[in-house]
């Protein structure tokens, strides 16, 4: 089983080749290309990113193909991301995947973006497959998931404001560093005083059950407004930046680790996965780990190509959802925002 995986949701042009089975994947090839010019407005211009996977998605694929010493012959089907994110970057990738199909012969197949996620790290980690606790942490997502097998997701916890990968890139900005600001966030915290400033850790208190609203879900745009107000108050930022982006840090990775944990135990999982770009985060995936001992647990991370947004993580899910027997035809549409597939329940089970 060969599958082509597109992936155009947001500012990522991806294509891949994935073969084998949803339990022993197999990454052919990879190809990633991050469209730079976004950089320049701070953020991602929805309208240029669809005219970008426009010129970008055609030699991506044929690249991924030659990589993978594949032709279009030699795949068997196509999964392509068609939701969540900007629907005019998705409609790129959608109507493409639909078109080579149709061409081909072959069968398409949407497949959901943070369902890709959670299969990314068992592309690297053969032992990253479920039952686990599962942490995706993107730019435009947060969710904890208990993961009791492929396509039968418990969703925990999520953000009520913005994600944590929105909250780097925002922290970022306040203290005029470039966007994406999560990688800069991280190298300057390494170098601040974690005894300098403090910030409360958002919705986490010893007082919160299990059952409780706030027991699972995060929230992240008070943190922000602290790191607002600390910039603020500050007479020299260059002296202070560090710190400051220490104390964000620290608090934001608190507060993931421990309802992360709180997920672990509530379902006795001893395996952790973490997804999305914030899951490159180094500082997160140690504190993780240094928790997780406790339950003796542990914890997978993907490497940064496979974290941030990639085709390889949609070939297999796509796999996946193949062997479960799903198959889209020309219907298969785009959408900007729709419940990962396969949830069973809220908690408590
Ligand atoms: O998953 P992703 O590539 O795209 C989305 O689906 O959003 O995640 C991008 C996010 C950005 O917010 C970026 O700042 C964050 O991942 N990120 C990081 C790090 N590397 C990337 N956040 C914290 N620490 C990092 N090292
Ligand atoms: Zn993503």
């Not at 082509?4 to 990522?12: A, K, M, N, Q, R």
């Not at 949407?110 to 993107?138: C, I, N």
């Not at 925990?156 to 999560?182: C, H, I, N, S, V």
């Not at 991370?301 to 996946?320: K, Y």
Request: aromatic fraction near 6%; include cysteine.
């Amino acid at each position: 089983m060969r599958i082509l995986g597109i992936e155009s949701s947001c500012d990522e042009t991806s294509a891949a080749v994935v073969s084998g089975t949803a339990v022993a994947p197999v990454l052919e090839s990879l190809v990633i290309l991050s469209q730079d010019v976004h950089r320049i407005f701070g953020g991602v211009v929805p309208e240029i990113a669809s005219r970008e996977h426009l010129t970008a998605i055609v030699p991506v694929t044929r690249r991924a193909l030659a990589e993978a010493q594949c032709t279009f012959a030699g795949v068997d089907a196509i999964a392509v991301t068609h939701a969540p994110g900007l629907v005019g970057a998705l409609l790129v990738g959608v109507s493409y995947a639909k078109a080579l199909a149709e061409s081909l012969g072959k069968p398409v197949l949407g497949v959901h973006h943070m369902e890709g996620h959670l299969f990314a790290t068992a592309l690297e980690h053969p032992d990253a497959t479920p039952p686990f606790t599962a942490l995706l942490v993107s730019g435009g997502h947060t969710l904890l998931l208990d993961v009791e097998a492929w396509g039968r997701y418990r969703l925990l916890g999520q953000t009520r404001d913005d994600a944590a990968g929105e909250a780097f890139d925002k922290t970022a900005k306040l203290m005029g560093l470039p966007y994406p600001g999560g990688k800069h966030i991280e190298r300057l915290a390494h170098e601040g005083d974690p005894g300098r400033f403090r910030f409360t850790r958002p919705m986490l208190n010893g007082g919160q059950r299990p059952g409780d609203a706030d027991y699972f879900d995060v929230s992240f745009s008070g943190l922000k407004t602290a790191v607002l107000h600390a910039v603020r108050a500050s007479d020299d930022l260059e002296r202070d930046r560090a710190h400051i982006a220490r104390a964000f840090q620290d608090a934001l990775v608190d507060t993931l680790v421990a309802k992360t944990l709180r997920g672990a135990r509530a379902y006795g999982r001893t395996r952790i996965v973490l997804g999305g770009g914030v899951a490159c985060n180094r500082t997160l995936a140690a504190a993780m780990q240094r928790a997780a001992d406790d339950v003796g647990g542990r914890v997978f991370a993907p490497s940064a190509r496979l974290a941030t947004d990639n085709a390889a993580m949609i070939a297999a899910a796509g796999l996946f959802r193949y062997a479960e027997g799903q198959r889209d035809g020309a219907s298969l549409n785009a959408h900007s925002s729709l419940p990962i597939p396969g949830l069973v329940d809220r908690f408590p089970a």
